[in-house]
């Protein structure tokens, strides 16, 4: 079987599959590594204790999403076409993951998608990751949904049910598995309350996250708050984030925090205020109130479930929704206890159990999700 991942998220949401792979005598685990995020990765692989078959490095400076995906499709082809795989495994919505669906298919090696489902109903917000999604549908054989409303989603694109499999989301496994290592440390230093903010979605940036750092110097204004960015190493990203944020005292600006210091951070913070769709998974298993600074989230269960809400980018907004959690105690203990959707920490087991059934190699497929707290 060949894993293929190329990010940080990726890495996150598959260590726990892969190393439930690993441990079971029924499948043989080749991790492909594509390099679509270099520095970022190689740190949280190790952390991870994964071990990488083959690098395919494909990351340059600046390239574009045209350049990226030829080098990614090439070098997974060939990969594929090496190694055999019984099947290709692909994570999400990444570039990563849609090349590797695709070489696959030129290839005849059926696919598994895990997090499968997810749909904004935009088809160019975010983007790619909007169309990467629905493209992998088409091709894969096994799809794994987080959610009763992921695989809704899917059965409604004419999924046949049977290759459906509400599993919960493999990202609550993993965060369980980490926090209960107790390795990481806080980024929090002042011991005000803490405005946990990570932003790096490609239609964020530009006039959107220089109104976004408007937005941040303004709640850094309070006494009793501390405002923490980890900076997403994207030059886009922190030509904006650099200039308009470095030179205030209340704010702090980090490098991209290794996993389990990012899991204390997050555990340690009051607020969460974020455009990343794991950051929206897992700040509902610590309690923390999540503000999602988009327009669209594919991901609309934690809002149903009243444990995130979708603010969007207006600074007007952003600041009235943080400044409310912040001031009124009601609301936010009905934020922070809202109960996280997104699975029991079993992912792992289930999609394990399904591949071993329909390979044959296990009489029966593995328990389904018993409880999912909201659809």
Not at 112 to 123: N, Y
Not at 306 to 332: E, F, M, N, Q, S
Request: hydrophobic residues 45%.
């Amino acid at each position: 079987m060949a894993v293929v991942l190329g990010t940080r998220p990726e890495a996150i949401k598959l260590a726990p599959v892969i190393r439930a792979l690993g441990d079971s005598p029924l499948f043989e685990p080749v991790l492909i590594n594509t390099g679509q995020h270099r520095e970022m990765l190689e740190q949280m692989l190790r952390r991870l204790g994964l071990t990488v078959g083959h690098d395919l490095a494909v990351m340059r400076e600046r390239q574009q999403l045209s350049a990226l995906t030829a080098r990614l499709i090439g070098g997974l082809g060939e990969l594929i076409r090496e190694e055999r795989p019984d099947l290709v495994m692909v994570q999400g919505d990444t570039s990563s993951t849609l090349c590797g669906a695709l070489a696959a298919f030129y290839e005849h090696v059926p696919v598994a998608h895990v997090e499968a489902g997810l749909r904004s109903g935009v088809i160019d917000n975010p983007f790619p990751e909007e169309l990467n999604r629905q493209l992998v549908t088409r091709m894969a054989r096994w799809h794994f949904a987080p959610t009763p409303r992921a695989a809704a989603a899917l059965t409604a694109e004419a999924v046949p049910a049977s290759a459906v499999m509400v599993t919960g989301n493999t990202v609550i496994d993993n965060l369980l598995w980490a926090h209960h290592r107790t390795d990481g440390r806080s980024a929090f230093r002042s011991g005000r309350r803490g405005l946990l903010v990570t932003l790096h979605r490609r239609e964020n940036q530009g006039a959107r996250m220089r109104a976004l750092a408007d937005t941040l110097l303004r709640l850094a204004e309070r006494p009793d708050v501390e405002v923490l960015v980890p900076l997403h190493k994207s030059p886009a990203v922190r030509d904006v984030l650099l200039p308009a944020l470095g030179a205030n005292p209340r704010i702090t600006l980090t490098e991209p925090l290794d996993y389990f210091d990012f899991i204390a951070t997050m555990a340690d913070s009051t607020l969460v205020l974020t455009d990343s769709g794991g950051v929206q998974e897992e700040a509902p298993s610590f309690d923390k109130p999540v503000l999602v600074l988009r327009d669209t989230t594919e991901r609309p269960e934690v809002v149903r479930a009243g444990a995130a809400k979708l603010v969007g980018t207006d600074p007007g907004a952003v600041h009235a929704a943080a400044t409310a959690l912040l001031d009124d105690r009601v609301l936010y203990r009905r934020m922070a206890g809202a109960p996280n959707p997104f699975g029991d920490g079993h992912a792992s087991e289930r999609i394990l159990g399904a591949l071993a059934h329909d390979f044959g190699r296990v009489p029966a497929p593995a328990r389904p999700l018993d409880v999912v707290t909201a659809g």
